[in-house]
């Protein structure tokens, strides 16, 4: 349509206010003068200039455009955007819908005063989720599903809307340029492969819109579009620093591989689950019944065993840390163990993966989990901890292969300026080991991060061979300052035991056997 608008469509419908536009046409706010009521009112327009002066290809466009409205006519579902109306009469140059009129805006719109809470965009999803799930089982794929594209009623509900519209584009003139169509932050990877018709794609889709919705930000935004595909396609998603009980979520749909992303029954049950937890919110230091015990016995054992191994579940939720925890602690004169007792604790899990790096969620159980002490998990393991803990100063790291825990210096209560929290890493699940420490003084820092991580595999063989521990023996490692940054490789095995001092870069620097 060109020039100057007429005001009332199909002699019914009188234009109010212009709401929006985006590829595919305008949509205004509209007054049904037949029944007194508004709706919304969107010109389906092409998606490229040429396409009004190719017969065909405008034909063709208009078809796709009606069978997808007929199609959303009958899903009936109150997450999608209900079409009351198609008018495609000749007159018209182009298809109008008649649409409900959502006023409460885009999530988009919502999102420019900043992130969401996790609790907040777990509702949002799980309603998007069902509308996606009602739509594909009719055949229906969104291909653009984005914050823009997802309406908010009064009451905060979800509404999906533009459904079909980049199914409908995918017959003009764009497509037969190689181009694919979607909005780059928010494609699925393989879809840039040339991989269509996968319902998992809009999935991850979603996924993204709720990694944006909680981070405010979205990782694969680049200065052009070609920077941005090249991003999506080629680097892993980073792990969302203020997801906490989202974190499950995210790590089972945001897998490059559409067939290792999680079915829509188990996400719905995650996104239910991240609204219970965050239903009624734990304050982390405050929620704590911790004693700070010596270890029973009288005097410090020379070795505590790891935990035993336990079946990790498909996607790991919320720690119950009960009972006892065990805690190995290093000091630079030697290994003290304490004895924490805490109450059920709020926890989210590290990024879980494959073993070909990706993002994912466990394909099926397993009898025993991955080692930690490997590079790449003790960089996954140290950046689920700051993420849980925050900015603070970290005090010192622990790590072997089934646990690991940080300690982080806080505020300090009762006279005392400062204290230590321990966060706590096991099988996946991060909590907090008792109350905050108190210290008469600050400590030094050490930033687990700025190790060479790199040099552990060579460490631990070295460690080995330096104190003749024939098997893998039983690992550690720890960080500290003494009084520079020092990383203390650790071996055990039988009565035989040592450990080596490096400095942040991996050079050893003292060799130190048990007597």
């Known amino acids: 349509m ?12 009188e234009l109010l206010d212009r709401l929006g536009s985006g ?11 037949a029944l007194n009521r508004e709706v919304a009112l969107k010109e389906v327009r092409p998606p490229h200039p040429t396409v009004e002066q190719e017969a065909d290809a405008a034909e063709q466009l208009r078809e796709r455009v009606m069978r997808e409205a007929r199609s959303l006519a009958q899903l009936n579902h109150p997450n999608v955007v209900t079409i009351h109306q198609v008018l ?3 007159s018209l140059p182009h298809p109008w819908l008649v649409m409900e009129l959502v006023t409460g805006g885009s999530l988009a ?12 965009a777990a509702r949002i999803g799980r309603g998007v989720l069902s509308a996606l799930t009602a739509a594909h089982r009719v055949g229906i794929m969104h291909r653009d599903v984005k914050p823009a594209n997802v309406l908010l009623r009064e009451d905060g509900s979800p509404v999906l809307t533009d459904f079909g519209i980049a199914a409908g584009q995918e017959a003009t003139h764009l497509t037969t340029t190689g181009q694919v169509l979607g909005s780059p932050e928010y494609i699925a990877p393989e879809r840039l492969r040339g991989e269509e018709g996968n319902p998992a794609s809009d999935l991850w889709s979603l ?11 979205n990782p694969f935004s680049r200065p052009t579009a070609m920077a941005t595909l090249a991003a999506v396609l080629t680097e892993p998603v980073p792990q969302a620093a203020h997801a906490g009980p989202l974190h499950d979520f995210l790590a089972a749909t945001l897998v490059p591989d559409p067939a290792d992303r999680a079915a829509p029954a188990e996400l719905d049950s995650l996104l239910s689950g ?4 965050a239903a009624a919110p734990l304050h982390l230091a405050e929620t704590q019944s911790a004693n700070l015990m010596p270890y029973e016995g009288g005097s410090v054992p020379a070795h505590v065993p790891p935990p035993a191994p336990r079946r990790r579940r498909r996607v790991r939720t919320i720690a119950i840390v009960g009972a006892l925890v065990v805690a190995l602690l290093a000091s630079a004169g030697g290994f003290v163990v304490y004895r924490f007792q805490t109450r059920v604790t709020y926890a989210f899990s590290s990024t879980p993966t494959t073993a070909s790096g990706k993002l994912s969620a466990s394909s099926a159980p397993t009898e025993i989990a991955e080692p930690l002490l490997t590079s790449d998990k003790a960089r996954q393991v140290i950046a689920a901890l700051r993420a849980a803990s925050g900015p603070g100063t970290v005090t010192s790291f622990d790590l072997n292969n089934s646990s690991a825990s940080m300690d982080v210096l ?6 005392n300026k400062y204290a230590t929290q321990r966060y706590t890493y096991v099988h996946g699940d991060i909590a907090l080991s008792g109350s905050p420490i108190a210290l008469n003084k600050t400590t030094s820092d050490v930033d687990p991060a700025a190790y060479n991580w790199d040099a552990l595999p060579d460490l631990l063989k070295a460690a080995r061979t330096e104190f003749g521990i024939s098997g893998s023996g039983t690992p550690s490692v720890s960080l500290y300052r003494n009084p520079r940054p020092t990383m203390s490789v650790s071996v055990l095995e039988g009565n035989k035991a040592g450990r080596l001092e490096t400095d942040m870069n991996g050079k050893v620097t003292k060799k130190l056997a048990a007597d």
Do not use: Q
């Open 207 to 217: 996924a993204m819109t709720l990694y944006v919705a909680v981070e405010g930000r």
């Open 274 to 277: 991240t609204e219970t937890r």
């Open 23 to 33: 590829g595919m046409g305008l949509v205004w706010r509209a007054r049904d003068t």
């Open 88 to 90: 495609d009469d000749p």
């Open 2 to 13: 060109t020039g100057e608008i007429d005001r009332v469509i199909d002699g019914r419908f």
């Open 410 to 415: 806080v505020a300090g209560t009762n006279g």
């Open 109 to 120: 719109d919502r999102l420019a005063s900043g992130p969401i809470p996790p609790d907040e």
